[in-house]
């Protein structure tokens, strides 16, 4: 079931292996090494693009978000990202992708993540989301 309004290419989490309401997750992405992004990102060296990296940090934090369901009627937005690659990502991987949720303050949450390939950390994130109003449901 998908808890994020992305789906088909754009959905960088396959699966939420175990979460702590408000405050932990743990997803995986499964990378096959025929991945669209090789094809058409730095074609001589086919690797993950960061941008595409860093979803994936956002949209395990935004899983976690509406699994609570005091979320459900709320769009949650990036605000403000700052992330750091370490290592490239090529080829067939499984992304371990752990956020947490480090404070909710008024409208803004503030999180952060990591992604990891085989126990190393290959990229960090750190993470400020709006929650907003969901136009359709108000």
């Known amino acids: 079931k998908n808890l994020i309004k992305i789906s088909g290419k754009l959905l960088m989490i396959d699966e939420i292996k175990s979460y702590k309401i408000g405050k932990k997750v ?23 693009p960061g941008i595409l990296q860093s979803e994936a940090m956002q949209q395990s934090i935004v899983s ?14 990036i605000f403000n990202s700052k992330n750091t690659f370490f290592s490239e990502i090529n080829g067939k991987h499984t992304l371990k992708i752990i956020s947490n949720i480090l404070e909710i303050k008024n409208k803004f949450i503030k999180a952060n ?26």
Request: charged share 30%.
């Open 113 to 138: 993540s990591v992604i990891k390939v085989k126990n190393k950390i290959i990229a960090k994130g750190e993470f400020i989301f709006i929650i907003v109003k969901n136009k359709k449901i108000s």
């Open 64 to 77: 976690l978000l509406y699994l609570d369901k005091k979320y459900k009627l709320f769009d949650i937005l």
């Open 26 to 48: 743990h997803a995986e992405k499964k990378l096959s090494k025929n991945e669209w992004f090789y094809k058409i990102h730095l074609t001589n060296r086919p690797i993950m």
